[in-house]
């Protein structure tokens, strides 16, 4: 039988039992979504867990799916509304991070559900120029076809062009996104912030096929 002191220890306890069975729940969707676990994710969801919840690194759920690839899981929680602008304590959103990863699908699911353009990482770039960066060739064709600023400079003076150059390895695909970039706008005279052209770091790179494109573009060296 409880006693009158056990009564008001309980009832001192229930508030914060009540605050953390939600964050358990939240956490709960987190992890689940970081797992690729796409029953549980719509399962926690269906029992009515906030798809925008975050965790202690600003992750919300469609940022946890996104971080490892699991695209189904991804498109479910961006379907159920998830925020695919939500950015975590070092910047990354749905979108950014899928564009710098090459998750194509995820990309085309966060700009139908209204992706920010202008948004940028912790480097100041946009989806496009990690993109560029890393070769993934689908993920920048597609976000060709939106009004993304093909000539944005990031934090360290390099556009989406000047990225695929310096940082690419001049292969088939790094060659193929700058006839791409070429083709949808990319200023092939704008410099670094040294003052050095695209088609010069094409050059001393030995990326003879990149500073052909370049040169048939009309670009000059320095």
């Known amino acids: 039988m409880l006693t009158r002191r056990d009564c008001l220890l309980w009832l001192g306890f229930l508030p914060s039992l009540l605050y953390t069975l939600p964050v358990l729940a939240h956490d709960a969707l987190i992890q689940a979504a970081a797992?690729?676990?796409?029953?549980?994710?719509k399962r926690l969801?269906?029992?009515g867990v906030p798809v925008n919840a975050r965790d202690a690194r600003g992750r919300n759920a469609a940022l946890a799916a996104t971080e490892g690839g699991h695209v189904e899981a991804a498109k479910l929680l961006i379907a159920r509304g998830a925020d695919v602008n939500a950015q975590n304590d070092i910047r990354n959103s749905v979108f950014l991070l899928a564009g710098a990863r090459g998750h194509t699908?995820?990309?085309r699911a966060a700009l139908a559900a209204?992706?920010?353009l202008k948004s940028t990482n912790r480097?100041?770039?946009t989806?496009?120029?990690p993109a560029c960066h890393y070769g993934h060739v689908d993920t920048v064709r597609l976000l060709l076809t939106t009004a993304i600023d093909v000539n944005h400079y990031n934090n360290l003076g390099w556009t989406a062009l000047?990225?695929?150059v310096i940082l690419g390895d001049g292969g088939a695909r790094h060659a193929e996104i700058v006839k791409l970039l070429i083709a949808h706008g990319a200023n092939v005279h704008l410099p670094d912030k040294q003052g050095v052209?695209?088609?010069t770091h094409a050059e001393q790179r030995g990326q003879r096929v990149i500073a052909e494109l370049l040169r048939a573009a009309g670009a000059r060296g320095r």
């Open 197 to 199: 052209t695209p088609l």
């Open 162 to 164: 000047l990225e695929a």
């Open 35 to 41: 797992r690729g676990n796409t029953a549980e994710v």
């Open 123 to 125: 480097f100041g770039g």
């Open 105 to 107: 699908e995820i990309v």
């Open 45 to 47: 969801l269906d029992t």
């Open 114 to 116: 209204g992706a920010n």
């Open 127 to 129: 989806a496009l120029i």
